[in-house]
């Protein structure tokens, strides 16, 4: 089992900047991509930016050249930059992550695990 532990959610105002984190822990073995999700009040989760082996990052077209998502892989950590920030950033945001996990005796399994969300709010 893997557990991803987001933080960073907060309310900032239009034009403003924030730094999301999330954490895997747990039976991680190596993780392949990590990625940050958004959903809105009344819309569906949407993907936001993912990065995954050797670095290649893809990102929402609505979110490109204003969020820089990163990972700390001795941390198991992905980070998701945020920059001028407007109202329709504002969702919660889910982390996400795949790879391989320990399952007992040795052996591994693959993982897909999601985080609890964290709320952003943009507003003045």
């Known amino acids: 089992q893997v557990q991803l532990v987001e933080s960073g959610g907060d309310l900032v105002q239009p034009g403003g900047s924030l730094r999301l984190s999330c954490a895997a822990s747990?039976?991680?073995?190596?993780?392949?991509?990590m990625g940050w999700y958004r959903q809105a009040p009344g819309k569906q989760r949407e993907l936001v930016a993912t990065?995954?082996?050797?670095?290649?990052?893809n990102y929402a077209d609505s979110v490109k050249g204003r969020f820089t998502i990163s990972r700390d892989h001795a941390k198991n950590t992905v980070y998701l930059q945020m920059s001028s920030l407007n109202s329709e950033d504002t969702a919660v945001y889910y982390c996400?992550?795949?790879?391989?996990?320990?399952?007992?005796?040795?052996?591994?399994?693959?993982?897909?695990?999601w985080g609890q969300g964290t709320q952003v709010t943009v507003s003045s």
């Open positions: 990065i995954r082996s050797g670095g290649i990052t």
């Open positions: 747990g039976r991680v073995l190596s993780i392949t991509g």
């Open positions: 996400n992550a795949d790879g391989w996990a320990g399952s007992g005796y040795g052996a591994r399994a693959p993982f897909v695990s």
